[in-house]
C-alpha cells in the first residue's frame, strides 16, 4: 500500500469537547480509518516503510508506528496529542 500525501487534518481537542457537533460523527469516521490502517498494515506480512517529511499529529504519528522502517528529516516534530 503506497499513501502519498496522507493527512487527516483532525484536531483531537475539537473533537472531544465537541461530541453533540455535526462534525463529530465524521471526525470519529476519519479516526476509525486511521485505525483500520494502522491495524492493516500491523497484520501485514508484506515490508512497509513510512517516511515522514514534515511534523506530523495525530494519525500522522501513529500510523508509521507499526511500518517496519520509519525515514523522518531531523526537523520534525511528532506531537501525538
Same mark, same amino acid.
Given at each position: ?5 496522507? &493527512? %487527516? @487534518?483532525?484536531?483531537? $481537542?475539537? =473533537? +472531544? %469537547? ?8 465524521? *471526525?470519529?469516521? %476519519?479516526?476509525? #480509518? =486511521? %485505525?483500520?490502517?494502522?491495524? +492493516?498494515?500491523? $497484520? /501485514?506480512? #508484506?515490508? &512497509?516503510?513510512? =517516511?515522514? &517529511?514534515? &511534523? *506530523? @499529529? #495525530? @494519525? @500522522?504519528?501513529?500510523? !508509521?508506528?507499526? #511500518?517496519?522502517?520509519?525515514?523522518? $528529516? ?5 506531537? !501525538? /496529542?
Amino acid at each position: 500500500m503506497v499513501v502519498e500525501g496522507f &493527512s %487527516n @487534518g483532525l484536531n483531537l $481537542n475539537f =473533537i +472531544q %469537547n465537541y461530541k453533540e457537533d455535526e462534525f463529530y460523527d465524521a *471526525s470519529m469516521a %476519519n479516526i476509525k #480509518a =486511521i %485505525n483500520n490502517i494502522v491495524r +492493516q498494515l500491523h $497484520n /501485514t506480512k #508484506a515490508f &512497509s516503510a513510512s =517516511i515522514i &517529511s514534515k &511534523s *506530523s @499529529g #495525530a @494519525g @500522522g504519528v501513529f500510523v !508509521p508506528l507499526v #511500518a517496519d522502517r520509519v525515514f523522518c $528529516n531531523r526537523d520534525v516534530i511528532l506531537n !501525538p /496529542t
